[in-house]
């Protein structure tokens, strides 16, 4: 067992109000500054939709993730040969026009507008480039296009996650896209197997060996763009005045002192939970090759017991520190994700093994105002169907979202897992509401889902009425302690075969144990 240690983190989607405060916060930070203008490392999608870029989902046109080759591994994008015939142009990375339509990345001549000379007309201020400074530009697309699902009746036809949906069903979503909607918040995954370090051919993408943050080394990096195509949630963007690459830091200088990143910080909505988890890197290969319904399972299984006093022994045999595991054993993400599983990764399938893990929205209320109220309704015998507020946990097609629309997006295809989540969740709202209704906690609706009363008092604690400190367990980081060995993650995609820091049998044997390198090159 080889124990180390990631940060991690979860959204609550029940509760993004969509305000966007978390983008503006990392805007404001880390990329408000030339040729990052149309980078948001955070950006808050609505779904359906195609999101930003233009239909990153769709792997058939991107090539991003992993794809499962007998028991192994390969890139989605290809091999080297492949890269070198891609060198001078590449199919498969977004263009400015995926961020920004045929356009470029705007502002406007509010210049214009302070003028003082006399004009004939009203001054407007016009739509101007922020690269070019070309004024009158197209508006046609960007990072906010389909907030609250203003453009889905056009382009939510291309959402990937209808793939498991008939065109009847599908059009009945969008038609009624007010009803269905919710909002995606997206940041870095900071992945187990992360497709941007396996295919960076300059070894500058690489994960830290404390902590799991996934970074690009800017004196590395040579701009080969391979970790744009690669990466399936399209989160490293090229800056185009550096020439280098970049992506979310996990606003690292903040953890490294015990606070959580900016955008957690800002989140209106408290929906954002930051911790660590424990995993054993040696099944870490394993849990990537499970078949599709299969890896969310895998992922879980990955995940260790930070009390089991065996993995604290071992955690501590490969230097993770005491306050480390302690942060571990407190960390909400641990208990959303594995314990209460209730946290779902964002598309499985890329077998990136994501650390970035989503409450599926539940929103099962149902309007019937005049009829019955909530203590006389039958929402507490689970035999019948309800006829107030509050669906029963037998009633799942009135679910407000698609069951089948949220497996695909959560569960690689596979129902039960979002099934078990949502039921969880409901489960816990009517334990909830028998206490401050009946007065009598009814018990027997979380038998039928497998939860204690400890479970439904720590979930209602964890999403609800937790304090700053209970949502963001966050060690420091000594980095003057961390383990600068040749065995740091980098990738390994093959044009810069040997490094001065490690030697190349050091670095293939490594890499075949972890899986982000080029047994698939070989």
Same mark, same amino acid.
């Given at each position: ?36 203008? %149309? ?6 999608? =609505? ?45 498969? =990375? ?36 922020? /690269? ?51 909002? @995606? ?19 500058? +993408? ?77 099944? /870490? ?9 299969? @890896? ?41 994700? *594995? ?65 089948? %629309? ?37 018990? +027997? ?16 604690? +964890? @999403?609800? @009425? ?6 963001? /367990? ?7 302690? +961390?383990?600068?060995?040749? %065995? ?23 890499? *075949?144990?972890?899986? =982000? ?6």
């Amino acid at each position: 067992m080889r124990v180390k240690a990631q940060l991690s983190m979860s959204f609550n989607l029940e509760k993004c109000i969509g305000c966007n405060t978390c983008t503006v916060a990392c805007k404001n930070v880390w990329t408000n500054r030339e040729g990052a203008e %149309y980078m948001w490392w955070n950006n808050v999608e =609505t779904k359906p939709g195609i999101g930003y870029p233009k239909q990153w989902e769709n792997q058939d046109l991107w090539k991003g993730g992993w794809v499962k080759k007998g028991d192994d591994l390969v890139l989605r994008y290809g091999g080297k040969l492949y890269m070198l015939s891609n060198l001078f142009f590449n199919p498969h =990375t977004p263009e400015m026009k995926d961020y920004y339509g045929d356009g470029d990345v705007y502002t406007f001549s509010y210049d214009d507008l302070h003028n003082s000379h006399a004009t004939g007309q009203q001054p407007v201020a016009s739509p101007k480039s922020m /690269v070019t400074e070309e004024k009158d530009i197209p508006i046609n697309w960007g990072v906010n296009w389909e907030d609250n699902a203003g453009g889905a009746h056009i382009t939510g036809q291309y959402d990937v996650n209808f793939k498991d949906m008939s065109k009847e069903e599908m059009r009945a979503v969008l038609k009624f896209r007010d009803v269905f909607y919710f909002y @995606l918040p997206r940041i870095c995954n900071h992945c187990l197997n992360p497709g941007c370090v396996g295919a960076c051919p300059s070894g500058a +993408a690489y994960k830290r060996e404390e902590d799991g943050i996934v970074l690009i080394d800017q004196n590395r990096c040579r701009n080969w763009r391979y970790c744009i195509s690669s990466c399936p949630y399209k989160k490293p963007y090229y800056n185009w005045r550096s020439g280098k690459m970049e992506k979310c830091i996990l606003c690292y200088p903040r953890v490294e002192s015990g606070l959580p990143p900016v955008c957690f910080h800002s989140c209106v909505g408290k929906i954002r939970s930051f911790g660590v988890i424990l995993y054993d890197m040696e099944r /870490v290969h394993s849990a990537a090759t499970e078949n599709d319904k299969d @890896l969310v399972w895998a992922q879980r299984e990955l995940i260790l017991d930070p009390f089991d006093p065996n993995v604290i022994e071992a955690a501590r045999k490969n230097n993770i520190s005491d306050d480390w595991i302690d942060a571990a054993q407190r960390s909400p993400v641990y208990k959303i994700f *594995k314990k209460w599983e209730l946290g779902l990764p964002l598309h499985p399938e890329f077998r990136t093994l994501p650390n970035l893990f989503y409450i599926p929205p539940l929103a099962p209320i149902i309007t019937s105002a005049g009829k019955d109220s909530p203590s006389d309704t039958d929402i507490f015998d689970m035999d019948k169907p309800s006829k107030g507020h509050l669906l029963s946990l037998d009633e799942l097609e009135k679910f407000r979202l698609p069951l089948a %629309y949220l497996a695909t997006m959560f569960g690689a295809g596979n129902e039960e897992v979002v099934k078990k989540s949502l039921m969880r969740q409901l489960a816990v709202r009517h334990y909830e509401r028998s206490i401050r209704v009946d007065k009598k906690p009814d018990v +027997a609706v979380l038998n039928r889902v497998g939860l204690t009363e400890e479970d439904a008092k720590g979930i209602t604690r +964890a @999403l609800s @009425l937790s304090f700053y400190n209970e949502r963001f /367990v966050v060690p420091t980081t000594k980095r003057e302690g +961390a383990d600068m060995s040749p %065995y740091t993650e980098r990738g390994f995609a093959g044009f810069e075969m040997m490094t001065p820091w490690s030697p190349m049998e050091r670095r293939k044997s490594y890499f *075949k144990s972890y899986h =982000t390198g080029t047994k698939n090159y070989e």
